[in-house]
């Protein structure tokens, strides 16, 4: 039996290449940007014999974030608003200039660990309206509907949300429904922790792929791949959960009501994917005077991304950071051009960062 993780990724490196022998060529997504920095950073793909390749989906949420938010967040700091953001968030290039840029020209731009950190900054600057910039999946949109519902009952009149909150299976349901190359998803743990495992089941019976709920660590990731490969050769797609020392079949109940009672779901648009029907979440009216969008009217023009940046094929899974001409160049987490490379769970800084 192996005896550490590295015996164990060995282990399931060998098995994995019992199981694949003979078999086509099989094509798993992951749609996590944590998943995306482990496979880099293990070196995971290199383990894998040559009929398994691993492509990167639309799972950093940075990433799929469109360059016109920052635009708004930038025109609504210049109306002498404090944003508060993720550090993340900083860099990503706008149409015009970035968060950072605009903290330069004199926009009071603060980087908060919570969004309840931007709810004590709006209690200490009680004369000034402070901006949450909202953006994740189902794991940090709870975490935004509990700031909004703690503004409400303190009755903060100066705390606001831009919420360019996505969730993930309307997202992949555009993507793959229409599939013809992919075999199998890796599905995201930590979006899992909160939403249950039940929530990706339409990976299997909707879109016809294998599917397995996959934990962090490299040899969690192998032994999800290896699950997959069990499901192709058996000729069998279901749901499994590797990552089940963490997530339940329900998730958090709680975190997923209190984030259906502040947000419903809308149409949105995702960078790279365009628009998605019910991909997006805004602010119930019930909760609107803690929306941005009703306090502010923004207009931040048209939003020109860079015609050779291949973000958008790269989160579709059609193309590779190599595959870009600007990339190491042109293009670096120095220098970033497009958002796969501003965030650390962005592909192209994955590659960047161990792939070359
Ligand atoms: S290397 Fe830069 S320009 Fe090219 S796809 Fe990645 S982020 Fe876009």
């Keep these: 039996m192996p005896k550490n993780d590295v015996e164990l990724v060995k282990y399931l490196q060998k098995a994995i290449a019992e199981e694949a022998k003979g078999l086509p060529k099989m094509v798993f997504m992951e749609v996590c940007g944590t998943h995306t920095m482990a496979i880099y950073k293990n070196a995971l793909q290199q383990l894998l014999p040559n009929n398994i390749k691993l492509i990167s989906g639309p799972g950093c949420p940075v990433c799929v974030t469109p360059m016109?938010?920052?635009?708004?967040?930038?025109?609504?700091?210049?109306?002498?608003?404090?944003?508060t953001t993720f550090g993340d968030m900083l860099r990503v290039p706008g149409s015009r200039i970035s968060l950072q840029q605009a903290a330069a020209q004199g926009v009071d731009v603060r980087i908060v660990y919570s969004p309840l950190e931007a709810l004590e900054i709006a209690e200490v600057y009680a004369d000034k309206a402070v901006v949450f910039a909202g953006i994740g999946f189902e794991t940090t949109a709870p975490l935004v509907a509990v700031a909004i519902v703690k503004a409400k009952q303190k009755a903060l009149k100066n705390f606001f949300v831009l919420t360019a909150h996505k969730t993930m299976p309307s997202a992949l349901?555009?993507?793959?429904?229409?599939?013809?190359?992919?075999?199998?998803l890796l599905c995201p743990g930590?979006?899992?922790?909160?939403?249950?495992?039940?929530y990706f089941h339409f990976v299997s019976k909707e879109l016809g792929l294998a599917a397995v709920i996959a934990g962090f660590e490299a040899h969690d990731i192998m032994q999800s791949i290896l699950m997959l490969v069990k499901q192709c050769k058996a000729g069998i797609t279901k749901l499994e959960n590797q990552y089940s020392r963490m997530v339940t079949a329900e998730g958090n109940t709680k975190a997923m009501s209190l984030m259906n009672e502040v947000f419903e779901p809308s149409d949105?648009?995702?960078r790279g994917l365009g628009n998605i029907k019910n991909g997006s979440l805004v602010i119930r009216a019930k909760f609107k005077a803690y929306d941005a969008k009703e306090k502010f009217t923004v207009f931040t023009g048209s939003v020109q991304e860079d015609e050779n940046c291949?973000?958008?094929q790269i989160l579709k899974g059609l193309a590779r950071p190599a595959d870009c001409k600007l990339f190491g160049d042109?293009?670096?987490p120095?220098?970033?051009?497009?958002?796969?490379?501003?965030?650390?769970e962005?592909?192209?800084?994955?590659?960047y960062r161990y792939g070359r």
Excluded: F, Q
Excluded at 334 to 344: K, L, N, T, Y
Excluded at 346 to 351: E, K, L, N, V
């Design 190 to 198: 930590h979006v899992a922790v909160v939403t249950g495992s039940d």
């Design 330 to 332: 042109m293009c670096t």
């Design 68 to 83: 016109n938010y920052i635009d708004e967040l930038v025109a609504i700091g210049k109306t002498g608003a404090i944003i």
């Design 268 to 270: 949105g648009l995702w």
């Design 346 to 351: 962005g592909s192209c800084a994955a590659h």
């Design 310 to 312: 291949l973000c958008g």
């Design 334 to 344: 120095e220098h970033p051009i497009g958002a796969c490379m501003v965030s650390s």
């Design 173 to 184: 349901t555009t993507l793959l429904r229409d599939n013809k190359t992919i075999n199998g």
